[in-house]
DNA sequence: CTGTTAGCGCCTTCAG
DNA sequence: CTGAAGGCGCTAACAG
C-alpha cells in the first residue's frame, strides 16, 4: 500500500485552519497573514510536503507541460535543437517532455496521443521520414493545443514553422563545389517525405543550370538516409562509364558512410569532392574532415520555443491568428573542411 | 477560453446513460451490454473523444509513466541507454519521460521534485558529474517511488543498479598496452564525484603494478570532463622530462581532444597511443581511429528498465526487498582500432 | 484575511 | 448488467 502522501488537508487540520488558507499561503497568494503562512511554510517542509502537481494541473486545466517530438535521439541535431528549447522554456517555467520516434511513423502518432492526453499546453515536433499523413497534427490543433514545427516541416498544417534556407544552403554549396572546377557533381537526396531533401535537390539543380552544367539523371539518387544502403549507390556512381567528380549528399552520417566507400578506391578531394549537410557532430574528426554545411541547432530550437511561446500567449483571437502562422527561416553557414580540399589549409 | 473537451459525461448524456457505464465500456470491463459498449465506440469515435490521461491518472494514483533523469544527452551514450530503457518499457504500457541536466546539479535536483510531482510510476538515473549530496534520492524512495541507478552510481543509496566492470575493463585495457611493450602509460582520469573515474583508476594501477611498472603521479590527472581543458594536460604531459608513450582516457571526447594535441608534435601511435573509453559514435572515425572500451549502452538501458519492473511489481514486501536490491554488471569490449597500433589491421 | 463549496474527469465501490 | 455516490488534491469563486 502507498503510504498516503502529505496533502493540504493534511496541513490544514495540523493547523486547525482550512485548506484553502493552506492552498493559498503555498502558493504566495498576498492575501494570507504573514503568520499563517509561515506556519504552513514551516509545517509543509517539516513534513516534507510536495505538491502534487497531477492534482494541480488537472485543477487549473493547465500543466505548465510542452511535449517536444523527435524523429529521432541518436544524432546531435534534434538533441541540440531539444537544448535550445528547453533554455528558452524553463526561463518561462514551462518543463518539456521529450518524445521520439526512431523514425517509426506509428511512434509519432502514439506520441502525439500520449502528449494530447497528457494535456500538455504546447507541442513543438519534427515529423519522421515515414510520416505522408499529417491528421494526427490536425487532431493537435482541434485540441487547440498550439503547435510549433520545425526543420521537417509541411504546408498540409497551417502552423508557425522554423527552418533554414534549405534552398539556398544546397545552392551555395554546390555553386561552391563548380567553382572549385568540379563538372561532374552526384547528389545522394533524401526520401520525398521531407521538405528539405526537395528543397536541397532543387538548390543543387538550379545551382548547375546556373552554371549551365547539364543536369544528369544518373547522377541523382534519392533514397531513405537508412545508411546502410549508402554503399550501393556510391558504388553505383563510381561504376559509372563517366563518374563523378563531387558528391554532395542530404546529410553527414550519409557523407561519411560515402566516405568509406570512396576512399578504398579514390582520394578525397584530388578524385571527388564529398559534401555533407548539418554538420553533425563527427564531421571534424573524419579522414579528411568533411565540408558541410552548418545548422544552427541551438537557434531552431530556441526559435521554436519562442514561437510556440507566443502562440500560447495569444489565443484570444483564433481567427485572426491562424493567418499569421509565421515561418522564421535561419541561416545556415558552408564550413570548408578537407573533403572538398577547399580554402582552407588542413590544419 | 478552451473548448470544453469531451468527456465521457457527454457520451453518456447523448447516449441517455450513465457515466459510469460509458467509463466502464471504454477500458473493456466485461459486463457491459455488447450493444450499449459499441454505441458507445462508435459514439467516442464520432466525437473525436479521447480519455483525459491527467484525471484518469490522478484518479487511480498511478500514471503509467516512468521518468529518466539523464547528465547530458548530447553523447550517444545517454541517448543509447535511453532507446534501450524504452524498448523494454514501452512493451508493458509505460511511457517515459525524459529529462537532462546539462551535467547541472541544481537541474538534477529539480527534475527529482519534477517527475515525483508528475507522480512517475518509477525513476532511472545517471547522476551529473557535480553531484555529491543525494539527498533527492532519499526523497524519492521516502516517497516509495521505485528507483533504479545507472552507470553513475553511489554506495550512498540502496536500490538496484546497473553498471559495466570499470575496474577490469580499465585493467585489460592498460594490461594490453604494457603487452604493446609501452613503459610509461599516463591516465587522464574523471572527477572523484563518479565511481567510474575511482574505479577505472584503479584498475590502471592495479595493471600497472601487477606488471612491476611505477606507478607514477606525474603521469595521472584528474579531471572535470570539460574537454576544453584536456590541450593543458595533454601538453603537461608531452612536455614533460620523460614524457608518456601511452596515453589511457576517462572516455572518448576526452581521447579525441587529446589526439588533435597529439598529432601536431607526434605520431599516433608510433611515438604515442591512445586509448578512450565507452566507443562514442565518433571514435571509429578520427584520424587515426580509436581504440576504446565498448559498453553494452542498449542493454544498460534495458537492464535498468527491467530491474524497475521488477522493483515496481514486487512493492509489498517493502522491508525484505531492501535487501534484495541487486547490482547488474555488465561486460564491456576492448576494441582495438589504429590509435594503438594493435592487432587489427587498419582496414 | 479566511472558511465553504463546487468542480476538474475518471474510476470504483455499493446498491440495485 | 447498470446507476448513484464518493473521492483523488487542488484551486477558485463566493461568502463572510
Redesign the interface.
Known sequence: M??H?VSIIDIAKELGISKSTVSRALSGHPSVMEKTRIAVLDLAEKL?Y??????L??AN?K?LVIGIIVPE??S?FY??V??GAEEVLLKEKY?C??CHC?ENYDREVDNV??L????VDGIILSHTKETRNFDHYK?IQ???VPLVMFNRVTDLIEAPKVVVDDYEAAFRAVEYLIKLGRKRIAHLSGPDTLVNSKLRLQGYIDALKKHKIPVDNDLIISYDLSVEKVKIYVKHFLDLPSPPDALFCMNDPTA?AAMEVIKKRLRIPEDIAVLGFSND??SA???PSLTTVAQPTFDIGREAAKLLLQEINSEPDLETAQSQHRTVVLKTKLLIRESTGGVLSPK
Open positions: 502507498k503510504k502522501q516534507d510536495q505538491r502534487n502537481t497531477l492534482a494541473s488537472f486545466q500543466t535521439i541518436l546531435t538533441s541540440s531539444i537544448i518543463r517532455i521529450i526512431t496521443k500520449l494530447l492526453s497528457q494535456q487532431l482541434r485540441r487547440r561519411i557532430g563527427s574528426l573524419t579522414n
